[in-house]
């Protein structure tokens, strides 16, 4: 097992930054997930720790040891493809044993290793099939991994790993890499779009945006205190308004009006509302605890299932999102209705700048993006 340093990592294809001076440790027996919206950087990444990218500048060191001038077969990293990348006209005990083979192991030793990577992802019995023709989506995400899995190796890196998969198996797949990945205690890079993903598997959540790396902290403190707006706004299920200070109240877009506390940053500039933790009443029933309150009008209800999105605006073309139980009635779209929230629905923000709002955008689309 091993802990991975990036000293400065930087890459750079002509004009765009797909990478800009990353710092990070990612420390031994811990899975940390890179998220970021299409674009960012989170392939161009794992693809340097790995070796099929040579960085513009900076440094990989794995263990202490540098790697980024080895070539990717001597860095000792497994690697899990967005689309698997399987070997169609290979059997699954095939594709696994690749890595094994290019390694140059005997084949008793080869078969014995083929045959426990299988076993550890539940594909025991499936061994001689071929993977893109006989099997699953779910299934050949196990051969990827037992693929990845099967050269021992110090390190895992996972890239988007359950884009591909149905809701229900995304789930299963998320809990199950997340219980290998702990019996195994393998120190695992994994990227994600999906903020849900990496809040459910993570130890660490690292925030990436246009190319840099804006916050790093752990599941619980990054849904409770994002530190940037660009965080907060990603997470989702949060409205994130922009105002101002003006005698001890922030005054937010739209109207709504928030004194501050001890407790809050002194000059903030943007109101961070938790969608999940706000209530809708009729004036008379808010209670005198409540943080604020603000008149405004149902703009759209949508249902969600377990709970509905109750889209409503305090004035100003500003939208602030309501989620609650689709046990309540539903408000008509047009109703005059009181939101007000505890305490815990309401956080501040300072906009620090980290964010590269004005500079080059590396991902517009006249930048040619590649797919990885
Ligand atoms: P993500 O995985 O977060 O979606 P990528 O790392 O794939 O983002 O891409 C980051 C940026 O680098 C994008 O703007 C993309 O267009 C650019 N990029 C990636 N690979 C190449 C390449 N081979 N040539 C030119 N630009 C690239
Ligand atoms: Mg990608």
Redo the contacts with the bound molecule.
């Keep these: 097992m091993a802990y991975l340093d990036l000293r400065g990592l930087e ?1 750079r ?2 004009a ?4 800009a001076h990353m710092d990070a440790c990612i420390e031994e027996g811990t899975l940390v997930a890179l998220l ?12 340097m720790v790995a070796g099929f ?1 040579t960085p513009t500048a900076g440094e990989i060191h794995l263990d202490g040891a540098r790697i980024d001038r080895l070539p990717p077969y001597r860095r000792n990293i497994g690697f899990v493809f967005q689309n698997y990348a399987l070997f169609p006209h290979l059997t699954v005990a095939e594709n696994v044993a690749f890595g094994l083979r290019m390694r140059r192991l005997g084949r008793p030793d080869r078969d014995r290793r083929v045959g426990e990577a299988l076993a550890l992802v539940g594909l025991a019995a499936l061994a001689d099939r071929y993977p893109t023709r006989q099997l699953s989506g779910g299934q050949q995400q196990r051969v990827a991994l037992a693929r990845a899995l099967v050269i021992e190796p110090d390190m895992l890196l996972l ?2 790993p359950l884009s591909n998969l149905d809701a229900g198996l995304r789930s299963e797949m998320r809990d199950e890499i997340r219980r290998l990945q702990q019996r195994l205690g393998i120190t695992t890079l994994f ?1 994600t ?1 999906d903020q849900q993903e990496a809040l459910a598997m993570a130890d660490r959540v690292m925030v ?1 945006s246009h ?1 840099r790396l804006i916050e790093d902290s752990d599941p619980r403190t990054l849904s409770e205190h994002p530190r940037h707006v660009f965080s907060a706004g990603f997470l989702g299920a949060r409205s994130v308004l922009p105002g101002s200070v003006r005698n001890a109240r922030f005054e937010a877009m739209g109207g709504l009006s928030v004194a501050l506390g001890p407790e809050d940053p002194p000059d903030p500039s943007h109101l961070v509302l938790r969608a999940a933790r706000l209530q809708l009443a009729d004036d008379g029933d808010v209670p005198s605890s409540a943080r604020f309150r603000a008149r405004v009008t149902v703009r759209m209800v949508t249902y969600l299932g377990d709970v509905a999105q109750v889209d409503v605006t305090p004035g100003g073309g500003i939208s602030i999102r309501v989620l609650r139980p689709t046990t309540l009635p539903d408000p008509a779209p047009g109703t005059e209705l009181t939101l007000w929230a505890d305490d815990n629905a309401v956080a501040f923000l300072k906009e620090t700048g980290a964010e590269p709002r004005h500079g080059p955008d ?3 689309p006249e ?6």
Excluded at 16 to 19: E, K, N, P
Excluded at 36 to 47: A, D, Q, V, W
Excluded at 367 to 372: E, K, L, S, T, W
């Design positions: 890459k294809y002509d765009t930054v797909a990478v970021g919206p299409s674009g960012c950087g989170k392939t161009t990444t794992l693809r990218v890239d988007e990227v779009h990436m190319g590396p991902t517009s930048q040619g993006h590649q797919p990885a």
